[in-house]
């Protein structure tokens, strides 16, 4: 069998070697090729790799988690009311619970784009699921889609002011 690297002289790099695939195809057995290992003396100098810039997030204002909470709750409140099957009388209590929570977490987590985390709505449905409430698996993701798509165009418009 012919070598497969002739051009690069054998001193610096081992030469492949083809071993055979462990499961054959129909066709007969399948090479591989194995991996080249580079020696480490023919780099002149180690590479430097730079430490990347951190990023630092503003903290939470409560002035727009206060105004946020008021319009999360009433948009809550609105889509969730078109499932009254589902949450029958239970309605504002499951609003309150999901709203509390987003409430404390614009306080003290969301620092604008990029800060939104996925706890405050896992910790709505444990916290309905736990209150025996109707249809928190629905209120919870009702909660994170309206947050996926308004806090932060609203934190945006809320800076720029």
């Known amino acids: 069998m012919a070598s497969l690297c002739t051009v690069i002289p054998a001193t610096l790099f081992p030469q492949p070697m083809a071993v055979p695939a462990k499961n054959p195809n129909v066709h007969g057995t399948i090479l591989r090729a194995r991996r080249l290992l580079i020696p480490t003396k023919t780099f002149s100098r180690a590479l430097n790799a730079t430490q990347p810039q951190k990023y630092i997030y503003p903290e939470p204002i409560s002035e727009f988690a206060a105004a946020e909470t008021l319009k999360?709750?009433?948009?809550?409140?609105?889509?969730?009311?078109?499932e009254k099957e589902t949450f029958g009388n239970d309605l504002q209590t499951v609003v309150n619970v999901c709203s509390e929570i987003f409430n404390e977490f614009l306080h003290q987590e969301y620092?604008?784009?990029g800060t939104l985390l996925i706890e405050p709505f896992t910790d709505m449905m444990i916290v309905l699921e736990e209150k025996k409430l109707p249809g928190a698996p629905l209120a919870a993701r009702t909660?994170?889609?309206?947050?996926?798509n308004y806090i932060d165009q609203d934190w945006d418009s809320w800076i720029s002011k």
């Not at 999360?72 to 078109?82: D, G, I, M, V």
């Not at 909660?143 to 996926?148: K, N």
């Open 143 to 148: 909660s994170l889609l309206w947050a996926q």
């Open 111 to 113: 620092g604008g784009p």
């Open 72 to 82: 999360f709750r009433a948009e809550l409140l609105k889509k969730l009311s078109k």
